[in-house]
């Protein structure tokens, strides 16, 4: 009887532990450059079945450790995944466009007996930085104290559209 009650707190203990998944996208990435996106997990004891990249709900990478080859890719329009650099816990996208903005989610699964599975999502926004420094027109050269300044800054190209702030001699305000 005594050592039955100890399977039990132990078999209570490793549903406590259980599968970890953590994922790790970064907030943004410029247009054009690589973007690595991390799926860390720990399964405790068991071994990995599985782990599968999502973007909006399309699978389009998997490991799958017993099957050869182990990595998989499942076209995705606009995903491009650098297999040499991928691996069980990461993913790198190649040259990400706008079109890459989304929900990434990582599913871990375990292997028998358990199969435990968690889905984790993150989410990626690629940024289309100015071409060009904004610009400001309508300005003069010398006001004098107390006239009107009207005047418009303008930056193209951007994605999202670029935050700009007006200052007077370097001192931001509220104009």
């Known amino acids: 009887m005594r050592s039955k009650g100890r399977n039990e707190e132990l078999w209570q203990v490793n549903m406590v532990m259980g599968l970890r998944v953590n994922v790790t996208v970064p907030k943004a990435v410029t247009s054009g450059s690589n973007a690595t996106i991390v799926c860390d997990h720990d399964l405790d004891s068991d071994n990995v079945y599985t782990v599968k990249w999502y973007k909006s709900g399309h699978e389009f990478f998997r490991y799958t450790p017993r099957e050869f080859p182990a990595l998989k890719l499942f076209w995705l329009p606009g995903i491009k995944v650098d297999l040499e650099e991928s691996n069980a816990t990461h993913v790198q996208l190649k040259?990400?466009?706008?079109?890459?903005?989304?929900?990434?989610?990582?599913?871990?699964?375990?292997?028998?007996?358990?199969?435990?599975?968690?889905?984790?999502?993150?989410?990626?926004?690629?940024?289309?930085?100015?071409?060009?420094?904004?610009?400001?027109?309508?300005?003069?050269?010398?006001?004098?104290?107390?006239?009107?300044?009207?005047?418009?800054?303008?930056?193209?190209?951007?994605?999202?559209?670029?935050?700009?702030?007006?200052?007077?001699?370097?001192?931001?305000?509220?104009?």
Do not use: M
């Open 95 to 175: 040259k990400v466009s706008p079109k890459q903005t989304g929900r990434y989610s990582c599913e871990v699964s375990a292997d028998a007996p358990s199969f435990d599975t968690k889905l984790v999502s993150s989410d990626l926004e690629v940024v289309v930085l100015p071409l060009h420094e904004p610009y400001i027109t309508g300005t003069k050269e010398q006001y004098q104290s107390g006239e009107l300044l009207q005047a418009n800054c303008t930056s193209n190209g951007s994605l999202p559209s670029a935050t700009l702030e007006w200052k007077i001699n370097n001192v931001p305000g509220l104009f």
